[in-house]
């Protein structure tokens, strides 16, 4: 009886475990794809402190005005690309990224908050 107590705390406990690894690969797939594909317009670190970002009026991601946006408004944007005055800021990213992938940059971008 005790050993098997003993064994199903191991394998709980290697779940958990495992399922936190999963996360913390997720997170370091979310942030390679920021470096990669948004940093050069947003900043590594949101603040769209760039040339490019600049250059682009793009907003600081660290400021309130955008963490108070809705997720799926912020979604919609990253999947199917940003206009201003009818022309195209930011391209839509919907043949790069899944939508989980988009999910996860735009969870990324809430880790910028002040
Ligand atoms: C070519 C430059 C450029 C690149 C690359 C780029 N963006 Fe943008 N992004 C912009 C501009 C310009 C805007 C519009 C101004 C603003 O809201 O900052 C914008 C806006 C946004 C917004 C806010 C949209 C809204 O509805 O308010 C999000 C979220 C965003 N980008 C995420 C991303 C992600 C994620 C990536 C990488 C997959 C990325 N961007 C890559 C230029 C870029």
């Known amino acids: 009886m005790k050993n098997i107590r003993l064994l199903a705390s191991i394998a709980a406990g290697s779940v958990l475990l495992s399922a936190t690894a999963l996360a913390q690969e997720a997170d370091k797939k979310a942030e390679r794809a920021w470096k990669s594909k948004c940093a050069s317009c ?23 005005k ?39 940059l735009i969870k990324y971008t809430r880790g910028f908050k002040k």
Do not use: R
């Open 42 to 64: 947003h900043g590594q670190t949101g603040k769209g402190d760039t040339d490019k970002g600049k250059e682009l009026k793009v907003e600081d991601m660290t400021a309130a």
């Open 66 to 104: 955008y963490q108070s946006k809705k997720d799926a408004d912020l979604k919609k944007s990253v999947l199917e690309g940003v206009k201003a005055d009818g022309k195209e800021v930011m391209p839509g990213f919907k043949d790069e990224l899944t939508p989980e992938q988009a999910d996860a």
